[in-house]
């Protein structure tokens, strides 16, 4: 099992929807949760970090931690073509070190 | 201003030849990290130092080698044992459990 997983996509939705982007992850001591996006040959930069279960909401993205499914997500509220990219859940595992899934694809349709 | 700075920007290596990636970082963090990305791919995890003097291999260190002498520093030397070693590089550095903040990358193709 891979500390951490993620659907690769592509995920399309047209522009103004909402995208909801999944995580799970597989070590119980798992602290500290990121989501960054990544623009292609660029490298990955911070959207979201959630440290406690519930919601963080900061402009048009909402994180959400779920530890007791070890569930992580992204919300994406009124998607622009700007958004398309790919997005990267990463966790600080217990090894201490900063582990990420494989990203899942984001395309917006005008 | 602080940040990660990685250079090259873009590296080729021969068939054979060991070549070194540099990471300097001016945020004081004591963590440092080398990631590797293959095309469609996440990252990768290389090695990982949390202190200076000491680091640990990451899932994919065979064919590579770093040292930590200076907490600003961290660099990544890819060995001719790594077999397959066109990727792009990303190093990063955090403090404590937060964020990690990330270089420019480099780009490295074997010719």
């Known amino acids: 099992q891979k500390e951490v997983e993620q659907n690769s996509g592509p995920l399309s939705v047209p522009e103004g929807a909402i995208a909801s982007l999944n995580c799970t992850y597989s070590?119980?001591?798992?602290?500290?949760f990121f989501w960054y996006r990544q623009y292609s040959g660029k490298s990955p930069e911070l959207i979201m970090s959630?440290?406690?279960?519930g919601d963080k909401e900061d402009g048009r993205f909402t994180a959400q931690l779920n530890k007791a499914s070890q569930y992580v997500s992204l919300l994406i509220r009124d998607s622009q073509p700007s958004d398309s990219a790919t997005y990267l859940c990463?966790?600080?595992?217990?090894?201490?070190?900063?582990?990420f899934g494989s990203g899942t694809r984001l395309q917006v349709q005008p | 201003d602080g940040g990660i700075t990685q250079s090259p920007k873009y590296l080729f290596r021969k068939e054979g030849q060991n070549v070194t990636l540099s990471c300097e970082q001016n945020?004081?963090?004591?963590?440092m990290y080398w990631y590797r990305q293959d095309p469609g791919q996440g990252l990768r995890l290389i090695y990982y130092?949390?202190?200076?003097?000491?680091?640990q291999k990451g899932d994919i260190a065979e064919g590579y080698s770093v040292s930590r002498e200076k907490k600003e520093s961290f660099p990544l030397t890819v060995t001719s044992a790594q077999k397959n070693p066109t990727a792009f590089y990303l190093c990063?550095?955090?403090?404590?459990?937060?964020?990690?903040?990330f270089g420019q990358g480099t780009r490295l193709t074997v010719v």
């Open positions: 990063a550095s955090r403090q404590g459990v937060t964020e990690a903040f």
């Open positions: 070590d119980r001591v798992s602290q500290s």
């Open positions: 959630i440290y406690s279960n």
């Open positions: 990463a966790v600080h595992t217990g090894r201490r070190a900063l582990t």
């Open positions: 945020l004081n963090h004591d963590a």
């Open positions: 130092s949390q202190i200076v003097n000491d680091f």
